[in-house]
C-alpha cells in the first residue's frame, strides 16, 4: 500500500513553459485534492476532486488545469508557467464516506519557474 | 470565510518538556474537524492528531493532546516529553464534514533542544 504518491518530486521550468504533475493513490479514496504551499505559509487549495469525472476549483485555481478519469488518478496541468507558481505542491486524498474526513499527503512536488 | 489564526511563527522547547502551541479558527459551522499537521525538512505533511467539533471530550494520540475549547474557538496542540524528532513545522487546520478543502493556518516553527 504506497498510499499518495506524486512524480516529479523536483522540476525547473522556463517561463511559458507546460507540464503536468502526477498524483496517484491506492487507497480506493474517493475524494482527491491539490494544494500549494508557498514559502513560510500554509497549504492553499487549487483544485478538488470528488469521484471520477468531477472536478472543482478551490481556493487558486487560476493556471491550472486538472482532470479526473480514474479514481486512482489526479493530475494537475499548468499550461503556461509563470515565476508565481514557483511552489511546492502537495496531492491529497480522503475518503469521507468512511467517517472521517482525514486527508492523507503525498510527498510533494518543488518547482521552480525561472 | 473561515479562517485559521497561528500567533507563534516560532517556538522552541527543551528536550523532554512540555510545549504547547496555539490554534485559533473562525467559523460559522457547528459541525466540523480540526487537525494538526507536522511537516518535518523532508516537507511530507504527517497527521498529528484530529479532533470532532461535536465531540466534548480532548483527542489524545500518545504524548500529543489538545485542548478544544469550542466556545472560544481555540485548539492547542501540547507535546508532552518533547523529543529531537518532534522538530518541524506544525500546521493547525480546520475543515467542514463531507470532504471540503483544508484551511490552514500559517504554521509554527518547532525547535527542540537537546
Known amino acids: 500500500n504506497a498510499g499518495v504518491t506524486q512524480t516529479p518530486k523536483f522540476r525547473i521550468l522556463k517561463i511559458g513553459q507546460s507540464m503536468t504533475l502526477q498524483c496517484a493513490q491506492d487507497?480506493?479514496?474517493?475524494?482527491m485534492y491539490w494544494y500549494r504551499q508557498d514559502p513560510g505559509m500554509g497549504l492553499k487549495l487549487i483544485y478538488y476532486?470528488?469521484?471520477?469525472?468531477?472536478?472543482d476549483k478551490g481556493e487558486v485555481p487560476n493556471g491550472y488545469n486538472v482532470s479526473r478519469s480514474t479514481t486512482e488518478d489526479f493530475p494537475l496541468r499548468l499550461e503556461l508557467a509563470a515565476p508565481s507558481q514557483t511552489s511546492v505542491y502537495f496531492c491529497?486524498?480522503?475518503?469521507?464516506?468512511?467517517?472521517?474526513?482525514?486527508?492523507?499527503f503525498g510527498p510533494g512536488t518543488r518547482l521552480t519557474v525561472l | 470565510a473561515q479562517t485559521v489564526t497561528q500567533s507563534q511563527p516560532e517556538m522552541s522547547v527543551q528536550e523532554a518538556e512540555t510545549v504547547t502551541l496555539s490554534c485559533t479558527y473562525d467559523?460559522?459551522?457547528?459541525?466540523?474537524?480540526l487537525f494538526w499537521y507536522k511537516q518535518p525538512p523532508s516537507r511530507q505533511m504527517i497527521l498529528v492528531i484530529r479532533?470532532?467539533?461535536?465531540?466534548?471530550q480532548n483527542a489524545t494520540e500518545n504524548r500529543f493532546s489538545v485542548n478544544f475549547q469550542k466556545a472560544a474557538k481555540s485548539f492547542s496542540l501540547k507535546i508532552s516529553d518533547s523529543q529531537l524528532g518532534d522538530a518541524a513545522m506544525y500546521f493547525c487546520?480546520?475543515?467542514?464534514?463531507?470532504?471540503?478543502?483544508?484551511?490552514f493556518g500559517e504554521g509554527t516553527q518547532l525547535t527542540v533542544n537537546p
Open positions: 487546520a480546520y475543515n467542514i464534514w463531507v470532504g471540503s478543502r483544508l484551511t
Open positions: 491529497a486524498s480522503s475518503y469521507p464516506d468512511s467517517g472521517t474526513d482525514t486527508q492523507y
Open positions: 467559523t460559522s459551522e457547528s459541525d466540523y474537524y
Open positions: 479532533q470532532e467539533a461535536y465531540k466534548q
Open positions: 487507497m480506493n479514496h474517493n475524494y
Open positions: 476532486s470528488v469521484g471520477a469525472g468531477i472536478t
